[in-house]
């Protein structure tokens, strides 16, 4: 990019095109004041000094103008209305003046039309902080810059003026294709490229471009802080693009890994089943069956953990759907109480009312249940105690499960519905017999029903799980 860097060294002259415009259009105006003046000095002053108010209109017209062709189209209205005036009036019209006044008007017209009146460097000081340059139509060199666009690009307004619009854009194609534009008269809106400055460097930019008869006006958007923003956001869609892979990818590992275990599972359980079942003819003792059951007790609690994997890659897969129905809650409550005999090692409290109903589905729901309150009866010592209670506000719905067991410590709650996080993963003690499954199941389970489940949690007093749903006709009895 060495190539397209530009040297700071001043250059002192202006496009001649633009020098023989201003000096002409400047002139000329000098000239008709004159003549209007002496004429009316030397004349009867009744008759000349009527018309005088002409100068200053146009003096505002040409250089106080930001809309040109309005300020035209006021001035000759105005010059019609006054002379229309002063022709119905007392005062008699001098041809000579009028031809005077009708030739200032024409000039005023045409400096507002066709001319930029001043330079970007003349301008007051709220223009300081734009990004601005003027380009000669001709020859295609900076006539003026704002110190914001000299200061963008390492210089001065004073070192821009007159160099080569070529030595501080990176892109011949792009310089081209801009200045094409703006030589056909086409306004040019939001063309992206890259500029260099003093050093070298590159400066993208958004060009925006208004053609002239003899000069372009350019303005620049600087999209320096824009272009390091789409850089941090390239890098943070790469890592996402990376998070999904490994998602993925650990999704095909659970199915494939689970499939390939449960397959050697169903002989082996065949063939244990079929050696306990008849002892004598396989010649096995009491000893021997005592061992092969608790093969076999192995072997049930291995396929469970096996299914339970599916079930995680089922459900993370979007293959498994959602049937709601009109389910008695504390119905639900006791079939799983019954179903693990909880009453026969915690005490349980329930705070339900007969008539409570919500819309889910059924067996996906109570697994959902199944896997808080096994939770609070696995993480817990006795005295176990364990609340179970339905809520309800406006239209949302919550069943809540609360124990006083071991409790989550707090930089732990937002992990534990991971899959395969362990809570207590330094303590390998397998009396709880998990895997991390359960809670991340329960938690997909909850939002394939249209709910959302939270926790809180205070170590050493207990942890309270709740489950959110949006109440949906159906639920009233």
């Keep these: 990019m060495a190539e397209q860097r530009f040297s700071p060294e001043h250059t002192s002259?202006?496009?001649?095109?633009?020098?023989?415009?201003?000096?002409?259009?400047?002139?000329?105006?000098?000239?008709?004041?004159?003549?209007?003046?002496?004429?009316?000095?030397?004349?009867?002053?009744?008759?000349?000094?009527?018309h005088?108010?002409?100068?200053?209109?146009?003096?505002?017209?040409?250089?106080?103008?930001?809309?040109?062709?309005?300020?035209?189209?006021?001035?000759?209205?105005?010059?019609?209305?006054?002379?229309?005036?002063l022709a119905f009036g007392d005062y008699t019209?001098?041809?000579?003046l009028i031809f005077l006044f009708t030739l200032l008007y024409l000039w005023g017209m045409t400096a507002v039309v066709l001319f930029q009146p001043r330079g970007l460097a003349e301008k007051g000081k709220d223009d300081?902080?734009?990004?601005?340059?003027?380009?000669?139509?001709?020859?295609?060199?900076?006539?003026?810059?704002?110190?914001?666009?000299?200061?963008?690009?390492g210089s001065t307004s004073k070192d821009l003026q007159g160099i080569d619009l070529g030595r501080i854009w990176t892109s011949t194609k792009d310089r081209q294709a801009f200045c094409s534009m703006l030589g056909r008269g086409v306004n040019?809106?939001?063309?992206?490229?890259?500029?260099?400055?003093?050093?070298?460097?590159?400066v993208p930019v958004l060009l925006s471009g208004r053609a002239g008869q003899m000069e372009h006006f350019c303005s620049v958007l600087d999209l320096t802080s824009l272009t390091s923003y789409?850089?941090?956001?390239?890098?943070?869609?790469?890592a996402n693009r990376k998070?999904?892979?490994?998602?993925?990818?650990?999704?095909?590992?659970?199915?494939?890994?689970?499939?390939?275990?449960?397959?050697?599972l169903q002989p082996v359980l065949g063939y244990?089943?079929?050696?306990?079942?008849?002892?004598?003819?396989?010649?096995?003792?009491?000893?021997?069956?005592?061992?092969?059951?608790?093969?076999?007790?192995?072997?049930?609690?291995?396929r469970v953990i096996v299914n339970r994997m599916l079930e995680l890659s089922l459900l993370d897969s979007g293959k498994i759907s959602c049937a709601p129905e009109r389910v008695r809650l504390r119905d639900l409550v006791c079939e799983v109480l019954a179903h693990h005999d909880i009453d026969r090692t915690a005490e349980v409290h329930i705070d339900i009312p007969d008539e409570s109903c919500i819309m889910v589905n059924r067996e996906q729901f109570f697994l959902v249940l199944e896997s808080l309150i096994l939770n609070a009866v696995q993480y817990n010592e006795p005295p176990r105690v364990i609340e179970i209670a339905y809520r309800e506000n406006g239209d949302r719905q919550s069943v809540v499960v609360r124990d006083n067991g071991i409790g989550i410590e707090p930089e732990k709650l937002q992990a534990i519905f991971k899959p395969f996080y362990l809570a207590d993963e330094q303590d390998l003690s397998r009396d709880y017999n998990r895997m991390g499954l359960g809670l991340p199941i329960a938690e997909r389970y909850v939002h394939l029903n249209g709910g959302t489940i939270t926790v809180e949690s205070v170590a050493g007093q207990g942890s309270t799980f709740t489950v959110q749903l949006q109440k949906r006709r159906g639920d009233d009895i």
């Design 13 to 50: 002259f202006l496009p001649y095109g633009s020098r023989f415009y201003r000096i002409g259009i400047n002139g000329a105006f000098i000239a008709i004041i004159g003549i209007i003046l002496i004429y009316s000095i030397l004349f009867s002053a009744g008759i000349a000094f009527s």
């Design 52 to 85: 005088l108010y002409y100068i200053p209109l146009v003096m505002i017209a040409v250089w106080y103008s930001n809309r040109s062709i309005w300020t035209a189209a006021a001035l000759s209205l105005a010059y019609a209305a006054v002379t229309l005036y």
């Design 93 to 96: 019209l001098d041809p000579v």
């Design 128 to 153: 300081g902080d734009r990004l601005a340059f003027t380009l000669d139509r001709t020859s295609l060199l900076i006539t003026s810059a704002t110190p914001a666009f000299a200061a963008l690009l």
């Design 188 to 202: 040019v809106t939001n063309f992206e490229t890259t500029l260099a400055d003093a050093t070298g460097n590159a």
């Design 230 to 238: 789409r850089t941090v956001r390239s890098g943070e869609e790469e």
């Design 243 to 264: 998070i999904a892979a490994e998602e993925a990818w650990r999704q095909d590992f659970v199915t494939t890994a689970a499939h390939e275990l449960r397959t050697p």
């Design 272 to 302: 244990l089943h079929l050696l306990l079942e008849d002892h004598e003819r396989y010649g096995i003792n009491d000893e021997a069956g005592r061992i092969l059951k608790i093969c076999l007790d192995n072997v049930h609690r291995e």
